[in-house]
């Protein structure tokens, strides 16, 4: 059972998608496309450990933080407290969160580019700002996590990818960069849904999150509006490689352009904490389809 919490302090399912889209990217696209690369495979796992440890203590500081909302909000979900005492899962974190920076350091030294180990310390220190602070902040908290969530995609590229591959390999990178684009709408939104269903808890503790300073009716549409940019995005990726991936189109309109459409019909009309959360796990679905483009890229070309 105590396993079983911290795997669930951890969001152990976020991180496999973290390592799945990594892998996906390098040892999928990246390869088929017959894109140079710098990082050696103990580089990448290394680079990888980093990343997925960061986050992992990005997770169990939320939690710790948000002890008293999740009281409110999911009482049946709660593990700080439940499961692990305060002090431990601040031992959880601390030692969580210095492997995963150590790490980060340690692969910007190896591949000769120091300066590359302020990332980690900027995302570790962004996270426990955010839980501390900044999540309680209207929209800045949601841009931070959606911001951090893009930076999982696009690390890989700023370290395993070779100087002459930025000029060369327009098409990678466009799809890089569109699929980066997504994954921060999608994670934008989701926060702005989450907050939308955690209102009560939030309230109770007087936070001034974005549906309790414009209100939910607002904040809804404010989250239609912008489920409307990746639409746009997605459809134009489309329309220019439907020629010559036939595949990956027919993919991209049937498993994210009409999940996505139908969330931004749905969203205005969504009143219950039950409909939020239906919502909030079908845009986790829609995002795990969103990096599966790496792999069916690879596949149909």
Request: proline letters at 3%.
């Amino acid at each position: 059972m105590q396993l079983s919490a911290f795997l669930n302090l951890i969001r152990w399912k976020n991180l496999l998608l973290i390592l799945y889209t990594q892998l996906a990217i390098k040892y999928s696209f990246l390869t088929t496309f017959s894109t140079e690369t710098n990082l050696t495979s103990f580089q990448f796992i290394t680079l990888v450990l980093a990343v997925i440890c960061i986050t992992a203590a990005g997770y169990i500081i939320n939690d710790i933080y948000d002890v008293e909302a999740d009281i409110i909000n999911k009482p049946k979900k709660l593990i700080i407290t439940k499961y692990f005492p305060v002090e431990t899962a601040k031992k959880l974190y601390f030692y969580t969160n210095t492997i995963g920076v150590s790490l980060g350091v340690l692969i910007s030294l190896n591949i000769q580019k120091p300066s590359l180990s302020f990332i980690f310390i900027v995302a570790a220190l962004l996270l426990y700002y955010y839980s501390k602070k900044l999540k309680s902040l209207p929209l800045i908290g949601n841009f931070v996590v959606a911001s951090l969530v893009t930076l999982n995609i696009l690390i890989l590229i700023i370290f395993d990818l070779t100087n002459s591959f930025f000029s060369n390999n327009y098409f990678v990178i466009t799809t890089i960069l569109i699929v980066s684009f997504f994954a921060f709408c999608i994670n934008l939104i989701r926060e702005i849904i989450k907050d939308i269903e955690d209102i009560n808890g939030d309230y109770a503790l007087h936070m001034n999150t974005l549906p309790i300073l414009l209100g939910r009716k607002r904040t809804k549409y404010i989250a239609t509006i912008l489920s409307v940019f990746p639409l746009i995005i997605l459809a134009l990726f489309v329309a220019f490689y439907s020629e010559e991936f036939r595949a990956t189109s027919a993919y991209t309109v049937i498993f994210i352009i009409l999940p996505l459409l139908y969330i931004t019909l749905k969203l205005p009309k969504t009143s219950t904490k039950k409909g939020f959360h239906k919502l909030s796990n079908i845009l986790k679905i829609v995002m795990f389809f969103g990096v599966n483009i790496f792999i069916v890229l690879s596949i149909s070309k």
